[in-house]
T-cell receptor, first 112, second 115 residues
Framework: QKEVEQNSGPLSVPEGAIASLNCTYS??????FFWYRQYSGKSPELIMF????GDKEDGRFTAQLNKASQYVSLLIRDSQPSDSATYLC????????????FGPGTSLSVIP | EAQVTQNPRYLITVTGKKLTVTCSQN?????MSWYRQDPGLGLRQIYY???????DKGDVPEGYKVSRKEKRNFPLILESPSPNQTSLYFC??????????????FGDGTRLSIL
C-alpha cells in the first residue's frame, strides 16, 4: 500500500518565524511531489510542486526533496497568520497514469 | 479565469434519491478526478478520467458513477445515495502528464448531506 505520512499537528509557530512541515512517502517510485494549502471548509490550493532532489524556492516557500530518504518538506519563511491552514503533501509517479497519493495533512497555526 | 466549477455547492437530500454533482473545467485539461474528504481520512479518490470516454475507479468507487462525454465535463452520479456518502466532494483537473505528473486544480467543493 503506497502511503504518504504527515504529522497531523497542530504545529504552532509565532508570526515571523519559519514553519517547517514534513512528509515521508513509502513508494520509492514516486517522482512528483506537491504541497497544497487548505483553509477550513475550502478547496486545496497548490503551493509548490517539485520533481528533482534538492530545494525549490518560490517567494516565502521552499520545498525540499530527498528521494534517498523518501522525505519531502515545506518551509514557510516569515510566517503570517494568513498561513494558518492545513497543508497537504502529495506524491505520485512519473506520469498521470500514476495515482496521486495524498497525506492526511498537517494543521499549521501562526500565532500573532 | 481558469477554473474548475462544481454544482451544487451544498445539498441536503434523502436516502435513495438520485443526484448528480456537475463538474466543468475551462482549461482544456485531459485528466479529471473526483475525491471525497472526510475527517481523519483525508482525500480519497472516487473515480478519474484520462480523457473523453476513458474513466476508471479510484479507491472508493462503490455507490458512484461517472461519465466523460465531453472533455470539459465530468459529472458524479449517486444513483441511490446513502448516509455514508455524506461528505465533502472535490472535483479536480490537470493536464495529462506524459513525462511528469501534473498539479491538479480543485473546484470549490460540494458538501453533501444524505439523511
Amino acid at each position: 500500500q503506497k502511503e504518504v505520512e504527515q504529522n497531523s499537528g497542530p504545529l504552532s509557530v509565532p508570526e515571523g518565524a519559519i514553519a517547517s512541515l514534513n512528509c515521508t512517502y513509502s513508494d520509492r517510485g514516486s517522482q512528483s511531489f506537491f504541497w497544497y494549502r487548505q483553509y477550513s471548509g475550502k478547496s486545496p490550493e497548490l503551493i509548490m510542486f517539485i520533481y528533482s532532489n534538492g530545494d525549490k524556492e518560490d517567494g516565502r516557500f521552499t520545498a525540499q526533496l530527498n528521494k534517498a530518504s523518501q522525505y519531502v518538506s515545506l518551509l514557510i519563511r516569515d510566517s503570517q497568520p494568513s498561513d494558518s491552514a492545513t497543508y497537504l503533501c502529495a506524491g505520485a509517479g512519473k506520469t498521470s497514469y500514476d495515482k496521486v497519493i495524498f497525506g492526511p495533512g498537517t494543521s499549521l497555526s501562526v500565532i500573532p | 479565469e481558469a477554473q474548475v466549477t462544481q454544482n451544487p455547492r451544498y445539498l441536503i437530500t434523502v436516502t435513495g434519491k438520485k443526484l448528480t454533482v456537475t463538474c466543468s473545467q475551462n482549461m482544456n485539461h485531459e485528466y479529471m478526478s473526483w475525491y471525497r474528504q472526510d475527517p481523519g481520512l483525508g482525500l480519497r479518490q472516487i473515480y478519474y478520467s484520462m480523457n473523453v470516454e476513458v474513466t476508471d475507479k479510484g479507491d472508493v468507487p462503490e455507490g458512484y458513477k461517472v461519465s466523460r462525454k465531453e472533455k470539459r465535463n465530468f459529472p458524479l452520479i449517486l444513483e441511490s445515495p446513502s448516509p455514508n456518502q455524506t461528505s465533502l466532494y472535490f472535483c479536480a483537473s490537470s493536464l495529462f502528464g506524459r513525462y511528469s505528473n501534473q498539479p491538479q486544480h480543485f473546484g470549490d467543493g460540494t458538501r453533501l448531506s444524505i439523511l
